[in-house]
């Protein structure tokens, strides 16, 4: 017996009628969990009366966006009146209901179904019934705060807001405070120190990675400064935000909303967020010494794609395919750098390998046993963490680099559908550290088109790669420190400070350093050390569904209790015939 099965003996039908839906009668029946109608009128065209299956729905109740009264002057209930002239009596009293119906490529859309009842009664009974089970669904936002960048990818993000999110986020009865950004930063510093976060049930930003990338900091910095947590601590145990984050996908790579949702369609975040799902993120910190520099989820990179990154920010007006110029430039002029990477791997099994094609996906069983907080690892795990950091679990690697590359995500995106590191992982507190070592022009393509197929990246002889709780990045040549593109606490730090050493090598090369991109940004040192914050935020999304759960229109990340796989058939069995 499948657990819907159990399910279903246990709970009884709120309601259970007989209505009309598209000239026929159906019945339809709504319990706490689901709402379902077949069809149980014979069809002329038809020798049994009712089809299992083909003529029978079910729609999950937390997937249903809203529940309202059919208006008179709707089309379709005109159209309706008048070719169902012998259910005359049934014809003005109806409601219709908007839900999420799942299509190609992880892409949902909202669907409405309108069911013609007997009575204004009847009618008003369905509104108010299915009502009553939406707001019993407490982790739907009510108040959402809106930032939306008119300037990222093609310039569509506020057309894309007032055309396809505002209708569907009032359908759904949810309020939204909008905010138009005004220019780089403004998103992040009106976070950080002005927004009155209590209104709110979460943040949207409507924008790329860069826009993300704003409320990630603004958030995260918020909830620190708070709570009094100091973040130039590289082992500061950080405060996990409370509000989620809602991506809807406005910029050029999008890379953040496609691992986490797996497609870049701004309709389908936005029911990611009406239905309010939640997906833990793990966040890597970047420092300098101990101070801090930046916050990075997606992916860090060294030599190519920082390199990639920079010559990509002289060509911005060419929107998205800068990236293509500069990534064509950056692989001719096939750069590679020295230095050490340490690294402190992840100790424990439950994590996996990067190489174990066990690829994060919705309900993911490694990501649902850690948690945010250290306190709630189990004694194992501690045992691990502990021998492994006491005992200096540290590993060190000396080398010539082309890349070096943290994938904390898989960093799936329409240009690598697979990503960086398929089988990275959005929530084990683990990033996977990819060293690309100096090799010909000719296996750096072949490595780079593995990107974009099936074929294995890390088979090469010159990658490795390695799953780790902690890395640290010494490039062999000194840096070039610039006051100017220092924070305030840098600068007078690096004032009391020697420039040059007698341990470092102070003669600047460009050829000998590249820069660190990270989420897209430009890192101004070379030398850091990073480490990933299990957990640190939520974004309204669900992780990637599998075929499998895309058809059987599965449950969320957050209540393991309803995750199952219903079988149809039966499914249907049962809910009429208990
Ligand atoms: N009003 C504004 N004017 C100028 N820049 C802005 C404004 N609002 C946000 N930005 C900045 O624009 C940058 C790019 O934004 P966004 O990520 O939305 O688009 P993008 O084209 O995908 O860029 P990226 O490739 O960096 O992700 C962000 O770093 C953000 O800080
Ligand atoms: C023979 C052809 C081979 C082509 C190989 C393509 C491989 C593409 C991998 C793309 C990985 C993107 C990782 C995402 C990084 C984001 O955090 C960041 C912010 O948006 N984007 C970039 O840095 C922009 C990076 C753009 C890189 C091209
Ligand atoms: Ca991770």
């Known amino acids: 017996m499948t657990r819907l099965s159990d399910n279903m003996e246990k709970q009884a039908k709120l ?14 029946i709504l319990n706490r969990s689901v709402l379902a109608w077949k069809v149980t009128e014979k ?44 259910h005359s009596q049934l014809n003005t009293y109806a409601f219709t209901v908007s839900y999420v119906r799942r ?9 409405d179904v309108t069911f013609h009842c007997a009575s204004r009664e009847l009618c008003e009974q369905w509104i108010q019934v299915t009502n009553e089970q939406l707001l019993l669904l407490t982790n739907r936002p009510k108040s959402l705060l809106v930032y939306i ?34 220019r780089a930063n403004h998103a992040r510093d009106h976070l950080k120190t002005e927004a009155n976060l209590d209104k709110y049930d979460g943040v949207v930003c409507v924008g790329g990675d860069g826009m993300f990338s ?18 130039n601590q590289p082992d500061a145990e950080l405060v996990p935000c409370s509000l989620r984050i809602g991506i809807i996908p406005a910029g050029s ?10 497609t870049n369609d701004p309709v389908t975040s936005a029911l990611h967020i009406i239905v309010g799902d939640s997906q833990p993120i793990d966040v890597c910190s970047v420092h300098h010494d101990d101070i801090f520099l930046r916050y990075s989820v997606s992916l860090l990179g060294y030599g190519f794609y920082g390199d990639v990154l920079t010559d990509s920010e002289r060509n911005r007006w060419l929107g998205p395919a800068r990236y293509d110029l500069s990534g064509v430039k950056t692989f001719l002029s096939h750069n590679y750098y020295e230095g050490a990477v340490s690294f402190l791997p992840a100790a424990d099994d439950s994590v996996g ?138 600068k007078k730090k690096t004032a009391f400070r020697p420039m040059c050493s007698a341990q470092t090598t102070c003669s600047y090369n460009t050829a000998h350093s590249s ?33 499998q759960q895309q058809q059987q229109q599965q449950c969320v990340f957050e209540d393991p209790n309803t995750l199952w796989t219903p079988e149809p058939s039966t499914e249907m069995d049962r809910i009429f015939s208990y």
């Not at 007989?18 to 159906?26: D, E, F, P």
């Not at 109740?61 to 529940?67: Q, S, T």
């Not at 790579?253 to 797996?262: K, P």
């Not at 507190?429 to 072949?446: E, Q």
Request: with cysteine; charged share 30%.
């Open 15 to 28: 309601l259970s009628t007989k209505l009309l839906h598209n000239h026929r009668q159906v019945e339809v």
């Open 43 to 86: 069809s002329g065209k038809r020798s049994s009366g009712v089809t299992e299956g083909a003529h029978s729905h079910t729609v999950q109740v937390f997937e249903i966006v809203a529940v309202h009264k059919t208006e008179d002057d709707d089309t379709q209930t005109r159209k309706h009146q008048e070719k169902t002239k012998q």
């Open 103 to 111: 299509t190609r490529q992880h892409r949902w859309r909202c669907s």
């Open 149 to 182: 960048n008119p300037y990222g990818g093609k310039r569509r993000g506020k057309h894309i807001y007032e055309q396809k999110v505002a209708p569907m986020f009032r359908r759904a009865g949810i309020s939204a405070d909008v905010i138009v950004t005004e």
């Open 214 to 231: 704003e409320i990630l900091h603004g958030l995260v910095s918020r909830t620190q400064m708070d709570h009094g947590v100091d973040q």
């Open 253 to 262: 790579t999008d890379c953040i909303c496609f691992a986490t949702v797996g």
């Open 353 to 490: 390998s990067p190489r174990d094609k066990l690829q994060c996906r919705s309900g993911c069983r490694i990501c649902q046993h850690k948690s945010p907080s250290k306190a709630s690892l189990t004694s194992e795990e501690e045992e691990e963490e502990e021998k492994s950091e006491g005992s200096s679990g540290w590993k060190v690697i000396h080398g010539k680099f082309i890349a070096i590359n943290a994938a904390n995500m898989s960093c799936a995106c329409p240009r690598s559908p697979k990503g960086l590191s398929p089988s990275a992982h959005l929530a084990d507190g683990t990033t996977d550290l990819i060293l690309v070592r100096k090799c010909s022009r000719l296996d750096f393509f072949k490595h780079l088109l593995r990107h974009t197929n099936k074929d294995d990246q890390f088979d090469h002889s010159f990658v490795e790669v390695h799953r780790v709780r902690k890395f640290h990045f010494q490039p062999r040549h000194r840096e070039p420190l610039s006051l100017e593109d220092l924070s305030e606490p840098l």
């Open 515 to 547: 820069s660190w991109s990270c989420d897209g940004e430009i890192l101004h040192h070379s030398a850091i050390q990073v480490s990933v914050q299990c957990q640190l935020i939520r974004l309204f999304a669900r992780g990637i569904e599998e075929q």
